[in-house]
């Protein structure tokens, strides 16, 4: 019995799409190449990975077993042949593809050029980038790395820091002019704030109150999924908005936010890159790591207005208790 690893990736890449139309675009071939190879692969295995009906596909019991052993063999397999076929001082061109997943706001503010500035070092690179502020599954999906903002809970995946940025609790002059400036965690109860879809008011509003972070509580009506919106609300004077200094660090600068309840500390935010565990590790990640770390070794952003990490942080308590 032999194997086609042509038919592998592309099984894969069905797998990870969905439809054999996503995959004949991702793979840059013709449906009936896909549908082909498709076809070839349950010949050689003698078992049946896809049940066609009406011209959708959904995999079979068999397809979803092959894919949770494959994934992890074939990206072990393409990094042994790349590290084999590139020295192992740093030195030869990096070839093959690098695959990145980075949330929206950062990649677009300022991981874009880190990135652009790698590409240009490495002509004979392909490279792939994706922003989404969802946590992708890196390995499903087929992603070499991410780029990821907060404290990481999945121990399955290799990391590195690269910085730390603050938290910032900020609102528009002409709205605390209008509403009052609040002087403790309570007086928050009297404002409205602007939420972020893809976290609950209680984990993203947390201050150190002496020796322990606190939830303060918060209500408001509007809420977004996107930094860069909920940081044009509050300039626009809607509500106050808790964000990522690399977003507000520039409306800081110039007046358009003014910081909120600044003898607060708030909880840092590690930015870190994680990728699947592969060894040995490919060139092409340790050297992308490597560029992405030495660029963000003294963020732009934080010269502007102060930043840098968020005010000095006792030890984390492992349940933030809620303030009435």
Avoid at 3 to 13: G, I
Avoid at 54 to 66: F, H, K, M, N, Q
Avoid at 256 to 283: D, H, K, N, S, Y
Wanted: glycine share 8%; aromatic share 6%.
């Amino acid at each position: 019995m032999r194997y086609d690893l042509n038919d592998l990736e592309t099984f894969l890449t069905v797998m990870e799409l969905g439809t054999v139309t996503a995959a004949a675009a991702r793979l840059n071939l013709s449906k009936s190449v896909v549908s082909k190879r498709i076809t070839d692969l349950e010949a050689t295995l003698g078992a049946a990975l896809f049940r066609r009906n009406a011209g959708r596909i959904t995999p079979t019991e068999a397809a979803l077993r092959l894919a949770e052993r494959l994934r992890p063999a074939l990206a072990e397999l393409v990094a042994a042949a790349e590290s084999t076929a590139w020295d192992m001082d740093g030195l030869a061109p990096l070839r093959g593809s690098l695959s990145v997943a980075a949330p929206m706001s950062f990649g677009v503010l300022h991981l874009g050029p880190i990135i652009a500035r790698f590409a240009a070092q490495n002509p004979e690179l392909e490279i792939s980038v994706d922003y989404d502020d969802r946590s992708r599954d890196l390995a499903r999906e087929g992603f070499d790395i991410g780029i990821r903002i907060g404290k990481m809970r999945d121990k399955a995946l290799m990391q590195r820091k690269l910085c730390e940025d603050a938290s910032v609790a900020c609102a528009s002059p002409a709205y605390l002019d209008r509403k009052g400036r609040p002087q403790t965690l309570a007086d928050l109860r009297e404002h409205e704030v602007i939420g972020y879809s893809h976290l609950p008011n209680s984990q993203l509003w947390q201050f150190q109150d002496r020796d322990r972070f606190v939830s303060p509580l918060v209500q408001g009506r509007l809420s977004m999924n996107n930094g860069e919106a909920i940081r044009d609300m509050a300039v626009e004077g809607l509500g106050l908005a808790i964000l990522p200094g690399f977003i507000v660090a520039p409306a800081l600068a110039d007046g358009r936010l003014e910081r909120v309840l600044p003898g607060f500390g708030t909880r840092p935010l590690p930015i870190v890159a994680v990728w699947p565990p592969v060894l040995p590790m490919p060139a092409k990640l340790r050297r992308f790591i490597d560029h992405v770390a030495a660029e963000l070794r003294q963020p732009s952003w934080q010269a502007g207005w102060g930043g840098g990490r968020s005010d000095p942080i006792s030890q984390e308590p492992a349940i933030p208790k809620v303030v009435p």
